[in-house]
């Protein structure tokens, strides 16, 4: 048997992207079909609850950057309710010679902490003369030491960039991977300078922001969210556990095959939209030309090994901040460690605590391969000298893998956008979105999934 569908939009992928362009539809009452190849919605975002502990396998937090995040929590304010992490997520620790240092905010910190040398505190007051680069493929460590100096890269940018990316600065792009701060030496010369002017431009011009950059989750856990998008986009809208993905141009529009409960499932649309991996796109449209499909799929992702560590009873340094990250040059097992319980509230049992410690990444990519032992090995040995715990006893070990966590924009960004661009110039009513462009930030994804609707629709 088959099963046979008509439809004006079908998504690919039901990701925060692929959930968040659905309730957007669906606010519009547009005529759509989302197709996941998981059994769930939500992609890699996913809380669990175990043993009186709430805690994330995916992502364990996002950030206020944007006013669509802001829209997003007030159209589901009935079904979900956002959770701001309080100012002690203001603090965050990173690690100089195996002991935990204060990231410093502000230039009078910054030229005050024993994180960076004397000669680059120098560089950081003289950074708002210096000229702009020229470069736009000029990497992240090159910018760096040549705006603010060797020690502000090996202890400020490379423990940022391993929080962020779990990446390499030396091979990240900031024109696309941080646009913000590339586009601050080039629109106003300088990044202490530039911040000035901005937040003097934004004061002159009075127009006010929800987007405080504030870190949220949503209370329960961030899976709350994604419940809310699935039941907000309705679930007859939504087929999960469809295998086999395939993608043809037909007439005008376009034909959709794949495997539904051990059927055969076609579903003509007029317009696809794919918000997968940049990895899956080969298989899911194979019509698309070799050298355009070497563009994206060529994508380098990031392995990462997420542990979640809950404690009843905790008796370890103080857990007063975000968390601690660990630049590469300290050569530690793990890239950083953060502290749900100190900044969101009802994570675990009172006087309990709850951690997540980050490993592997672009640069210790092989301990992803390390059976479940060998990580808790070096877990405890990690832990336990960081965090000064005396004994290593968890009422909460659980290890999550993710083999394509997290995208990496290098150089070879710009062929993949322009890719991008002439695969949709080709087929129209094809859009290719995802973390494969637009940002990696849970912010991102929902303004992609705010920014497509509107382009649908109109």
Same mark, same amino acid.
């Given at each position: 048997m088959s099963l046979y569908k008509e439809t004006d939009i079908v998504i690919i992928g039901a990701g925060l992207t692929g959930l968040t362009l659905a309730h957007?539809?669906?606010?519009?009452?547009?005529?759509?079909?989302?197709?996941?190849?998981?059994?769930?919605?939500?992609?890699?975002? #996913?809380?669990?609850?175990?043993?009186?502990?709430?805690?994330?396998?995916?992502?364990?937090?996002?950030?206020?950057g944007n006013e669509q995040v802001m829209d997003l929590f007030d159209d589901l304010s009935l079904l979900c309710k956002l959770e701001v992490a309080g100012d002690s997520v203001n603090k965050r620790y990173v690690l100089k010679?195996?002991?935990? $240092?204060? &990231?410093?905010?502000?230039?009078?910190?910054?030229?005050?902490?024993?994180?960076?040398?004397?000669?680059?505190?120098?560089?950081?007051?003289? $950074?708002?003369?210096r000229s702009p680069g020229?470069?736009? #493929?000029?990497?992240?460590?090159?910018?760096?030491?040549?705006? &603010?100096?060797?020690?502000?890269?090996?202890?400020?940018?490379? /423990?940022?960039?391993?929080?962020? *990316?779990?990446?390499?600065?030396?091979?990240l792009v900031p024109k696309y991977a941080l646009p913000k701060l590339y586009n601050l030496e080039q629109k106003y010369g300088s990044f202490i300078g530039g911040t000035i002017k901005m937040a003097k431009e934004k004061k002159k011009s009075g127009i006010k922001?929800?987007?405080?950059?504030?870190?949220?989750?949503?209370?329960?856990?961030?899976?709350?969210?994604?419940?809310?998008?699935?039941?907000?986009?309705?679930?007859?809208?939504?087929f999960t556990s469809v295998t086999n993905?395939?993608?043809? /141009?037909?007439?005008?529009?376009f034909l959709i095959q794949g495997t539904y409960n051990n059927e055969d499932i076609t579903i003509k649309s007029n317009k696809v939209v794919t918000t997968i991996g940049a990895h899956k796109i080969p298989m899911v449209l194979p019509f698309i030309d070799d050298s355009s499909l070497k563009s994206l799929s060529g994508l380098k992702y990031a392995r990462v090994v997420q542990v979640s560590?809950?404690?009843?009873?905790?008796?370890? &340094?103080?857990?007063d901040g975000f968390g601690g990250l660990i630049p590469?040059? $300290?050569?530690?097992?793990?890239?950083?460690?953060l502290f749900p319980s100190a900044f969101l509230t009802g994570r675990t049992p009172e006087d309990g605590a709850l951690l997540s410690v980050f490993m592997g990444g672009i640069r210790n990519d092989d301990i992803f391969d390390l059976s479940d032992n060998r990580i808790q090995t070096m877990v405890e040995k990690e832990i336990k000298d960081l965090m000064k715990?005396?004994?290593? #006893?968890?009422?909460?070990?659980?290890?999550?893998?993710?083999?394509?966590?997290?995208?990496? *924009?290098?150089?070879?960004? $710009?062929?993949?956008?322009?890719?991008?661009?002439?695969?949709? #110039?080709? *087929?129209?009513?094809?859009?290719i979105a995802g973390n494969l462009r637009n940002g990696i930030g849970m912010a991102d994804r929902i303004k992609q999934g705010f920014d497509l609707a509107e382009e649908l629709i109109s």
């Open positions: 957007k539809l669906n606010q519009k009452k547009s005529d759509f079909i989302v197709l996941e190849r998981d059994a769930k919605v939500g992609g890699v975002i #996913n809380t669990v609850e175990r043993d009186g502990f709430i805690f994330e396998t995916g992502p364990n937090t996002g950030v206020l010679d195996g002991k935990w $240092e204060a &990231m410093p905010t502000g230039l009078w910190k910054g030229i005050t902490t024993p994180l960076f040398t004397f000669g680059d505190k120098l560089r950081i007051l003289g $950074e708002p003369f020229t470069n736009p #493929n000029e990497t992240l460590d090159q910018l760096v030491v040549r705006r &603010m100096g060797k020690s502000f890269l090996q202890y400020a940018v490379d /423990p940022f960039i391993l929080g962020i *990316y779990a990446g390499d600065p030396s091979y922001t929800r987007a405080t950059r504030k870190i949220f989750s949503v209370e329960g856990g961030l899976g709350n969210l994604t419940k809310a998008l699935h039941h907000s986009a309705g679930f007859e809208h939504f993905i395939n993608v043809t /141009p037909h007439e005008n529009g560590l809950g404690f009843r009873n905790w008796n370890g &340094m103080k857990l590469h040059s $300290e050569n530690r097992d793990i890239l950083g460690v715990l005396k004994a290593f #006893n968890p009422d909460l070990f659980n290890i999550s893998r993710y083999h394509h966590a997290i995208p990496q *924009y290098g150089a070879d960004s $710009e062929a993949r956008i322009n890719a991008v661009d002439r695969i949709q #110039n080709k *087929y129209k009513g094809l859009f």
